[in-house]
C-alpha cells in the first residue's frame, strides 16, 4: 500500500493564481481530510469528507474548494491565491473518525 | 469548541520517562483523546488513542482521569530519535465540535 500520497510537493504561485492539490489514498478509507499548518503550529482542518460525494468545512475553509468523487481522491482547490494561503498542507485518511488518521507528505505552498 | 493545551517544549535525557500533560477542560463526552508525534516536514504519526482510564500500546501510554479534563502521554525510556512535536487532539467532528489542533508540545532529548 502507498498510503495517502500528495502531490505536488513544493509549489509557488502569484497572487491570484489557482491550482488544485492532489490527494490519493488506497486504504479504502471512509474519512479523508485537508488541513493546513502554519510555521511553529498546529493543524487547522480545511475541509473533510466522509465519503464519495459528501464533505463537510472544517475550522478554516474560505478560499477553499473541495470534492470527492471517488472513495480514493479528494482534491483541494485553491482560487485565487492570497499571500496567507502560503503554508504546509496535509491530507489525510481515516476508516472511521474514530480511528487514527493517515497523514500524507504534504505540499509546501508559498504564495507571492 | 473543545480547545486543548500543553507546554510549548520540554527537555528531557535519553532512558528517562517523559510525561506530556495537556489540558482540555470542555472536552464533550463523544470526544476520544488522540496523540500523534510529527518529525520536521513530516506529516503526523498517530501515537495512541484513549477515551477514559489508561491506554498502553508499545510506544507508550496514555493516562486520561475521571474528569477527562486532562490526559497525560507517557513515553517510557525515551531516545534521541523520539526528539520531535507531540500534539494533543480532542474533537469528534460527528458533533458540532471540530477537529481542534493545539498548538503543539516540542521535546527535545538529549544524549
Known amino acids: 500500500n502507498a498510503g495517502v500520497t500528495q502531490t505536488p510537493k513544493f509549489r509557488i504561485l502569484k497572487i491570484g493564481q489557482s491550482m488544485t492539490l492532489q490527494c490519493a489514498q488506497d486504504?479504502?478509507?471512509?474519512?479523508m481530510y485537508w488541513y493546513r499548518q502554519d510555521p511553529g503550529m498546529g493543524l487547522k482542518l480545511i475541509y473533510y469528507s466522509v465519503g464519495a460525494g459528501i464533505t463537510d468545512k472544517g475550522e478554516v475553509p474560505n478560499g477553499y474548494n473541495v470534492s470527492r468523487s471517488t472513495t480514493e481522491d479528494f482534491p483541494l482547490r485553491l482560487e485565487l491565491a492570497a499571500p496567507s494561503q502560503t503554508s504546509v498542507y496535509f491530507c489525510a485518511s481515516s476508516k472511521e473518525v474514530w480511528n487514527e488518521q493517515f497523514f500524507g507528505p504534504g505540499t509546501r505552498l508559498t504564495v507571492l | 469548541l473543545a480547545k486543548t493545551t500543553q507546554p510549548i517544549s520540554m527537555d528531557s535525557y535519553e532512558g528517562q520517562e517523559v510525561n506530556i500533560t495537556c489540558s482540555h477542560n470542555n472536552i464533550a463526552t463523544n470526544d476520544y483523546i488522540t496523540w500523534y508525534q510529527q518529525f520536521p516536514s513530516q506529516g503526523p504519526r498517530f501515537i495512541i488513542q484513549?477515551?477514559?482510564?489508561?491506554v498502553t500500546n508499545e510506544v507508550a501510554s496514555l493516562f486520561i482521569p475521571a474528569d477527562r479534563k486532562s490526559s497525560t502521554l507517557s513515553l517510557p525510556r525515551v531516545s534521541l530519535s523520539d526528539t520531535a512535536v507531540y500534539y494533543c487532539?480532542?474533537?469528534?467532528?460527528?458533533?458540532?465540535?471540530?477537529?481542534?489542533w493545539g498548538a503543539g508540545t516540542k521535546l527535545i532529548i538529549k544524549p
Open positions: 487532539l480532542v474533537g469528534d467532528i460527528r458533533s458540532n465540535y471540530q477537529l481542534i
Open positions: 486504504m479504502n478509507h471512509n474519512y
Open positions: 484513549g477515551y477514559k482510564t489508561k
